[in-house]
């Protein structure tokens, strides 16, 4: 397959995923900038080497403002993207973003075990939250956060940014249309061999888990987009080579799901060893894939009947933009708090399933 026009792609997609208005309110600032302004919360290494550059990139989103713990970045931040005294914030004064018009979106880009608590805050204080995955450390938690930004009548979108990049949609369009058939099977694997063993990561509070939490939440994300289907059993086994380095947390987990169509998905997630990036989906007809499938950039498809190229974009810029884009239009987002909610669901039944050592079935949202 040849590559196609990036506009055009963007367009048609665009276009595809057009929903009926939801009624959240837009900011006298994006109503007269016709740009969403965005805040970041948390400058790790995310924020500083992905985000905030995007965010350099993006046609509808800004970056506004800031929130960081460490008084030493607030300089460094506000020269390099000339961002305003009033737009600076730590998180003691978090909550007074309830009196700053010009700020829109909260991008929580902080550890796993801290995004129900500044989502909380963050919808009370009247902003749209955009919240890095996974959601939250469990699924209670996740429905605290979407009745929270119900309440206060704000958007809640999860940073699922590979369901706005093209190869993944593409995918996405060939097992819906069934252009190769229906799908029998999924195969799907995320890992990589993690390093120090004093990061949050492997703290249970802060990542909520392990492997599984941090990556393998692609892959499962990769098979619930696909099929467009919710697991409704779960097998899942685990297994450790590094018990001191992993005492709080899952090292390798591999598990199967079986969704309601009786698509079948064999999927795994480490964090000992380098190499599992990819995922395989096999129909009737043919077979199509991504191998690297779940990088920041460089990935690469294949078909049955050849390959699958498209240029390569921002993946960050596109998924703010799409945000934004939502706030503006008042259209739904592709990736709501129920995305979310639904893979923690799923994330349970892996981690029942492997303390009961029984086939286990996903609780419904």
């Keep these: 397959m040849t590559s196609i026009n990036r506009r055009r792609f963007i367009g048609t997609t665009a276009a595809l995923s057009a929903a009926a208005s939801t009624g959240f309110h837009t900011s006298r600032a994006a109503e007269e900038n016709k740009t969403v302004n965005f805040a970041l919360v948390g400058l790790g290494k995310l924020s500083t080497n992905q985000l905030a550059p995007a965010l350099q990139k993006t046609k509808y989103a800004k970056l506004a403002g800031i929130v960081t713990g460490t008084p ?37 880009v902080l550890p796993n ?36 930004c119900d309440n206060n009548n704000v958007k809640l979108g999860v940073a699922y940014r590979l369901q706005f990049e093209p190869h993944h949609r593409h995918c996405i369009e060939l097992a819906q249309s069934k252009q190769f058939g229906p799908l029998k099977a999924i195969e799907a694997g995320f890992g990589f061999k ?13 990542a ?8 393998g939440i692609y892959a499962l994300n990769a098979c619930r987009y696909l099929t467009g289907e919710e697991p409704v059993a779960i097998s899942a086994q685990e297994t450790k080579t590094d018990p001191k380095k992993f005492a709080e947390v899952d090292e390798t987990i591999t598990w199967t799901m ?14 000992a060893f380098n190499g599992i990036n990819h995922f395989n989906a096999y129909a009737d007809r043919g077979w199509f894939g991504l191998d690297p499938a779940y990088g ?26 799409a945000f934004a884009k939502t706030i503006l ?32 079935d996903v609780k419904s949202v």
């Design 113 to 148: 075990g801290m995004h129900k608590e500044f989502t909380v805050r963050g919808a009370n204080a009247g902003k749209h939250i955009f919240c890095e995955k996974p959601m939250a450390n469990s699924s209670q938690e996740c429905r605290e956060m979407i009745v929270a």
């Design 208 to 215: 909520g888990g392990g492997a599984l939490m941090d990556v």
């Design 194 to 206: 993690i390093g120090d063993p004093n990061q949050w990561r492997l703290d249970a509070d802060l």
């Design 258 to 271: 079986t969704m309601p169509s009786g698509v079948n998905c064999y999927c795994s997630t480490t964090y």
């Design 329 to 360: 239009d008042g259209t739904q987002t592709r990736v709501p708090g129920q995305e979310g909610l639904k893979d923690l669901l799923a994330i349970e039944a892996i981690y029942e399933s492997i303390r009961t050592r029984k086939t286990c």
């Design 296 to 321: 920041y950039g460089g990935i690469k498809g294949r078909s049955s009947k050849g390959v699958i190229e498209f240029d390569e974009t921002d993946q960050f810029a596109e998924e703010m933009d």
């Design 72 to 108: 030493e970045k607030e300089k460094i931040w506000a020269n390099k993207y000339g961002i305003k005294p009033e737009n600076i914030y730590n998180y003691d004064t978090y909550d007074k973003l309830a009196q700053n018009e010009s700020i829109d979106v909260i991008y929580i």
